[in-house]
């Protein structure tokens, strides 16, 4: 068996009392006290997350910006410096291999950032597509560290430690936009971007100056109320905001059409990995679609569990669990559009051999105040 990564704030965790579990093939913080007060830090002031785990690939070149419109699904020849879009990388047979974030620093440079799990995976991809295209990658996934500080007091925690002649610009950032600058006197990529539905940042740093920089966002937070949070609250927090799970409801079984991201390709007339079945599938429209489903009694859905109307199974759920916030269960399924379900619409869901009432619900499940 190998042995587990560790991230460079492994021995931060470990005087925190972390909890860890594996995620992939490294060995994060599963939580640190209880997963509930660190879900709701999160909501009401702020909590740090240690994403060391995610891929950080780098495409330099004349052609960076139309091989990763070969790559990707989305158009990346369009985005602005400075800017940031979400979008997926498919096989040839238009399965899902990973949703990631691409930053465009320059006009030729790129920074792409896969999920931990398939950061190998989009690594070989983008080398395997690169031929043919004037570009460079270069695979800083193990020399890198990722910090995110989520939460309505993000700002307020983040600002102080930038150096003075960037604070403005911080505090200027849209979301879904990146820059560089000082953070606690550390070099840092700055990202407001995150997986919360809260306002937040995302920041990337060389493994040695992240243990130092942790401990100083500790800190600059304490009078906010701050909290290290771990993996269980990631989970229910992007839950709540009805962000998808790779490995959950976004798999290699289902295309970014039935992930709700035909979008992304719609007005798009380069061609790309998998295009010619992706857009024969969003003229004929999803099979399946992941949907949102609410109960007002308390016994959670699970991923696998099934979803039934009548007898007619119509669904499998991907993830589920109680809402911290809107104190009832929540979950994201993968329904047949053959089902014609709606929002209201009643649906049971058979946990443990027992159905119990859920009905469609609007995503997200929770939206923050703007």
């Known amino acids: 068996m190998t042995e587990s990564l560790h991230s460079p704030l492994h021995a931060e965790h470990e005087k925190l009392g972390a909890t860890f579990t594996a995620f992939g093939p490294w060995e994060m913080p599963l939580k640190y006290d209880n997963e509930l007060d660190e879900h709701r830090a999160v909501r009401t002031a702020a909590g740090l997350f240690d994403l060391s785990h995610m891929g950080e690939i780098w495409v330099n070149g004349p052609d960076a910006a139309e091989f990763l419109s070969y790559c990707l699904i989305s158009n990346l020849s369009s985005l602005k410096v400075g800017k940031a879009k ?11 291999m990973d949703d990631l974030i691409s930053y465009r620093l320059e006009e030729t440079k790129f920074l792409v950032v896969p999920n931990a799990g398939n950061a190998d995976t989009v690594w070989e991809a983008l080398n395997e597509r690169a ?14 560290a990722m910090i995110a500080v989520q939460g309505p007091k993000a700002l307020e925690i983040l600002v102080p430690l930038v150096e003075d002649t960037k604070q403005q610009a911080v505090m200027d950032l849209p979301y879904y ?9 550390k070099y840092a990529f700055i990202c407001r971007t995150g997986y ?3 306002d937040g940042f995302e920041l990337i740093v060389y493994n040695s100056d992240a243990p130092e920089l942790w401990e100083e ?10 909290k290290p949070c771990g993996l269980a609250a990631r989970d229910s927090l992007r839950l709540e905001a009805g962000m998808p799970l790779y490995g959950n409801e976004l798999t290699r079984d289902i295309t970014p059409v039935e992930a709700g991201m ?24 999803p099979q399946a679609q992941i949907t949102g ?24 759920v991907t993830s589920g669990q109680p809402s911290p916030t809107l104190g009832h269960p929540v979950a994201l399924a993968l329904i047949d559009t053959a089902a014609g379900l709606e929002a209201g619409d009643a649906v049971e869901i058979d946990i443990r051999g027992k159905r119990y009432p859920f009905e469609v619900s609007q995503l997200p499940f929770y939206k923050r105040e703007k």
Not at 177 to 185: D, P, S
């Open 196 to 198: 919360t539905g809260e």
């Open 177 to 185: 936009a990146a820059m560089t600058g000082k953070v606690a006197r």
């Open 217 to 226: 966002l500790l800190k600059a937070g304490e009078e906010y109320g701050i």
């Open 262 to 285: 035909a979008r992304a390709f719609a007005k798009k007339e380069q061609d790309f990995v998998g295009s010619d079945v992706l857009r024969q599938r969003a003229e004929e429209g």
């Open 86 to 96: 979400y979008s997926m990388i498919c096989a040839e047979d238009g399965g899902i």
């Open 131 to 144: 031929e043919g295209f004037d570009v460079d990658l270069k695979n800083e996934s193990r020399d890198v």
């Open 293 to 316: 489903l609410v109960s007002s009694q308390r016994r959670a859905a699970r991923a696998g569990a099934e979803v039934f109307v009548g007898e007619n199974k119509v669904g499998t």
